[in-house]
């Protein structure tokens, strides 16, 4: 005899377990960790709530439920008693503050003890991480349908939870046929993937669902404009990776606030695009560990120049290049020409800047919230600013900033050029991509009224 136990883990998402009646409560509290891929230990502490809150013991007594009424489960780490002299005398003090709370991810355990501190940050990043690799790693399918539909710049990514997304960036690799070309092993591209996705931050908006946004745009756009029938492999493989890279480890502050406020970031890049160095320097810090280096069988001449490229493409997402990269490229359009390498290089930088800053390509159901996303984030910036006594951003005050207006401008000046410029080089793009975002605008503009 077997129950249907529906559960909402915190981190995670909703998911649903089956136990049996000859489970043991023991047996029942290993299985919940083993749902969160998280290692039972007695240092760990389950806490499961009823839908109105009301906490339930950890036992296989429990009730059946509904997916909509999940249990609630929350994992924390009991916290070591600290024990603090008296001056007075020699009784002893606990300091009993409230629990840590666990940063639950499948794929990640992290040590304060094993914290490892060099000079460089995207190291630190990288080799702060503990990630269980897994093997033997079934590939994912998808029907037609959303096959098709992950070709379109009107793909809903907010349908899909992270792990989701990761399935999907899979399945982008395997048909766009780089895994053969390259002799990617499955494995090390889903451990890549997972590991990217713990080097991004919770941001508001810079996290690992805008990297994945800016990665199906990318997607969406060279199979629109049958790129996908023009690029090289390596051309493709460049593309896609500095897509998944290029935001790693955003800390939510911009290049400006990095130089004013002096950070390591801007001291050890030389004010020269350090947040896009980092990025950079992340990337290829992944790559450095042997079970999520996807380029491992490519020959040292073709690893130079797919790193050269990733770099490159990295790199012009720094906004401060916005225009001159732009105008260098529209000085090409009249007479684009796919067989010289100048231009080829410069329309991969014109897609990897693009796709960053492609959201209003999509329906505004879906491109809206990532408006008022960006707005917090500035708005954070400007709050952190303030409280440093650093140089104020003024297009990121929360009380002067108005949303319409601000994203009017951006669409008409930033947005318009860039994709109208390559209208002129690739075919399909009016349609789908520059009328939807006339759309965008008129929908901002008439929010001013």
């Known amino acids: 005899?077997?129950?249907?136990?529906?559960?909402?883990?915190?981190?995670?998402?909703?998911?649903?377990?089956?136990?049996?009646?000859?489970?043991?409560?023991?047996?029942?509290?290993?299985?919940?960790?083993?749902?969160?891929?998280?290692?039972?230990?007695?240092?760990?502490?389950?806490?499961?709530?009823?839908?109105?809150?009301?906490?339930?013991p950890i036992s296989t007594e429990i009730e059946p439920n509904t997916a909509e009424e999940p249990y609630k489960l929350v994992f924390r780490k009991t916290k070591q008693p600290q024990f603090e002299s008296c001056s007075s005398n020699s009784n002893l003090i606990i300091n009993n503050e409230d629990e840590d709370r666990l940063n639950i991810n499948p794929r990640i355990i992290q040590s304060s003890s094993k914290l490892v501190k060099t000079p460089c940050p995207a190291k630190n990043k990288v080799e702060n991480i503990e990630m269980i690799y897994r093997h033997n790693i079934e590939r994912p399918t998808f029907d037609k349908e959303i096959a098709d539909h992950l070709k379109k710049p009107t793909f809903d990514i907010w349908q899909w939870k992270e792990n989701g997304m990761i399935s999907l960036l899979e399945h982008m690799f395997i048909e766009l046929k780089l895994l053969d070309h390259f002799n990617i092993n499955f494995d090390t591209l889903d451990n890549f993937l997972h590991c990217c996705k713990l080097c991004y931050n919770k941001n508001p908006f810079h996290n690992f669902i805008h990297c994945f946004c800016v990665t199906q745009m990318m997607y969406g756009i060279i199979h629109i404009t049958n790129l996908v029938n023009i690029l090289t492999p390596r051309e493709k493989l460049i593309l896609m990776l500095s897509c998944i890279g290029h935001d790693l480890d955003h800390p939510g502050c911009n290049n400006a606030y990095q130089i004013n406020a002096k950070t390591d970031l801007a001291l050890l890049y030389n004010d020269q695009s350090p947040l896009e160095n980092h990025h950079c320097a992340v990337f290829f810090y992944i790559l450095k560990r042997p079970e999520t280096n996807v380029l491992e069988s490519l020959s040292k001449e073709e690893y130079a120049e797919v790193r050269k490229g990733i770099i490159q493409c990295i790199l012009a997402t720094d906004m401060a290049k916005h225009s001159t990269l732009v105008g260098q490229f529209k000085d090409m359009t009249e007479n684009f020409d796919f067989k010289n390498e100048e231009h080829r290089t410069m329309l991969l930088l014109m897609l990897i800047k693009s796709a960053d800053i492609s959201n209003e390509v999509r329906p505004t159901r879906v491109a809206e919230p990532w408006v008022d996303n960006l707005l917090e984030e500035f708005f954070m910036q400007h709050d952190k600013e303030i409280i440093e006594g650093l140089p104020e951003s003024a297009m990121m005050d929360r009380k002067k900033v108005k949303k319409s207006t601000t994203q009017s401008s951006f669409i008409a000046y930033v947005m318009i050029p860039i994709f109208e410029a390559m209208a002129k080089v690739l075919p399909n793009m009016d349609d789908n991509v520059i009328q939807p975002i006339r759309t965008s605008l008129a929908y901002y503009k008439n929010l001013e009224v």
């Not at 377990?17 to 039972?40: G, H, P, Q």
């Open 1 to 56: 005899m077997t129950k249907k136990i529906y559960l909402n883990i915190e981190g995670i998402g909703n998911e649903v377990i089956e136990i049996f009646s000859k489970t043991t409560t023991s047996e029942f509290r290993t299985f919940l960790c083993n749902v969160a891929d998280y290692m039972d230990d007695t240092n760990l502490i389950l806490k499961l709530y009823k839908h109105d809150g009301t906490l339930i």
